[in-house]
């Protein structure tokens, strides 16, 4: 019989292990939830009524800020440059068009103004490419990038001043 009450003990401790372990990963689990909801800023722990009146006076703050109308876009297109390549290079002739953009009339009215100075620093900025840098993606954002600081480089020279945003291929052909 002293058998038979040792195995009921022993039942009585696993039976209670189990019960602490299920308790514990429930306790765990809603705990978890609720960290999830307090950082997701859902209800209950959502977002209080001042939070909610902050967040109303910095979009209307963002509101003033922005202007009334919408920024007009303004293009200068320039004529197709056609840039001869060093032999060896497999392609030996690159031919580019593209156009200027601003959101002033008089930024692009300087371009047009020294369009000559402009054309000669981009002719020998294409020259010092190579047909393999133009191959890829990468190469020809490259050159785009390195034609809108040449091109902002003569507007700042020449105080007319003005911003170019960028520059927008039209053409793009490698023989």
Sequence with gaps: MAENDDLDLGEEKKS????????????????????????????????????????????????????????????????????????????????????????????IEAVAKHEPMIRNNLLLLLGRYKPEDLRTSQGKEALRQAIVREIQKVLDLRADGGTIETVFFTQFVMQ
């Design 16 to 107: 209670s292990k189990k019960w602490l372990i299920i308790v514990l990963a429930v306790v765990l689990l809603l705990g978890g939830g609720g960290a999830a909801l307090y950082f997701l800023g859902l209800p209950p722990f959502g977002k209080t009524e001042t939070a909610e009146a902050e967040e109303e006076e910095d979009s209307d703050e963002e509101a003033e800020e922005k202007p009334s109308a919408p920024k007009t876009a303004h293009f200068h297109d320039f004529a197709p440059f056609v840039v001869n390549f060093p032999r060896g290079g497999g392609a030996r002739l690159l031919q580019v068009g593209f156009s200027v953009m601003a959101f002033d009339e008089e930024t």
